[in-house]
């Protein structure tokens, strides 16, 4: 940057070496030899500029990736999280990062921690069964949630997915009809995923709620929706092909 502004000082003095101490006093035109020496000036005046304005990107790009840290710089809080809320809950749960190797901003990252802890929670606690109803149903005893970090076309997308109970979206579209909103798409878009989950904060269910497991889950998703809202993300609920329920919340930019 310095260099940078060097350049453009002495192209600037040259400048004035070549107008004289009275600029007025040059006429275009009236010199040829002036006028040669003008436009070199100018030349170097906008050479000086622009190394100027190259090495401010470049400060700026670095202090960018300075800023900048590895998702999985949450792995050790993540993975101490997610053991307390299984041990709590009574259930064996098995849990995965995959593209931990994302650049994230740290402030944001350091904003991330807590909605995301909260979406493991919710798989935990509302999606996973007891190991002797898993057993029932043909699953392994200990379930698994798997934590997935990518970039799309429009941000970063974070998937909270796990083996537990499905999503019922009969539930989901009932829902939306007692709060009176417009009738879900399969899956719903994000701008109705967000209505539903305002509307459901500000008018949740009866105490009858507690035994369903898709209620639970939207209930939670209620609670994270105004910190992920906050910091300008959206939830989405994405088809798993796999069968896991998934939610992703993306990060734009």
Same mark, same amino acid.
């Given at each position: ?54 090495? @401010? ?19 050790? &809080? ?7 809320? *299984? ?15 994302? *650049? ?74 007692? /709060? &009176? /909103? ?10 109705? /995923? ?42 989405? /609920? ?6 896991? @329920? ?8």
């Amino acid at each position: 940057l310095a260099q940078g502004c060097a350049a453009a000082e002495d192209a600037l003095a040259a400048l004035r070496r070549h107008l004289g101490a009275d600029g007025d006093a040059y006429e275009p035109g009236s010199d040829p030899v002036l006028n040669d020496g003008v436009r070199l000036a100018l030349d170097a005046a906008a050479a000086g500029i622009d190394t100027v304005v190259r090495t @401010t990107q470049a400060l700026r790009m670095a202090t960018e990736a300075l800023r900048k840290v590895r998702f999985d710089a949450l792995t050790g &809080r993540l993975h101490e999280f997610v053991g307390q809320v *299984a041990r709590e809950s009574g259930r064996p749960v098995r849990w995965a990062l995959f593209g931990g190797a994302e *650049a994230v901003d740290r402030t944001l990252l350091d904003r991330l921690a807590v909605p995301v802890e909260q979406l493991l929670r919710l798989s935990v606690e509302h999606g996973i069964e007891s190991a002797a109803l898993r057993q029932q149903s043909g699953k392994q005893a200990a379930g698994y949630v798997e934590l997935r970090v990518a970039r799309q076309v429009d941000g970063l997308g974070i998937d909270v997915s796990d083996d537990g109970a499905a999503l019922d979206a009969d539930r989901l579209r009932a829902q939306a009809a007692r /709060l &009176r /909103l417009e009738a879900l798409d399969t899956p719903p878009t994000p701008e109705q /995923l967000a209505a539903l989950l305002r509307a459901f904060a500000a008018a949740p269910p009866g105490p009858e709620a507690a035994a369903d497991a898709t209620l639970r889950r939207l209930a939670g998703w209620a609670r994270v929706h105004p910190a992920v809202a906050g910091m300008g993300a959206r939830l989405e /609920l994405p088809v798993d092909a796999s069968g896991r @329920t998934t939610v992703r919340l993306v990060l734009p930019g």
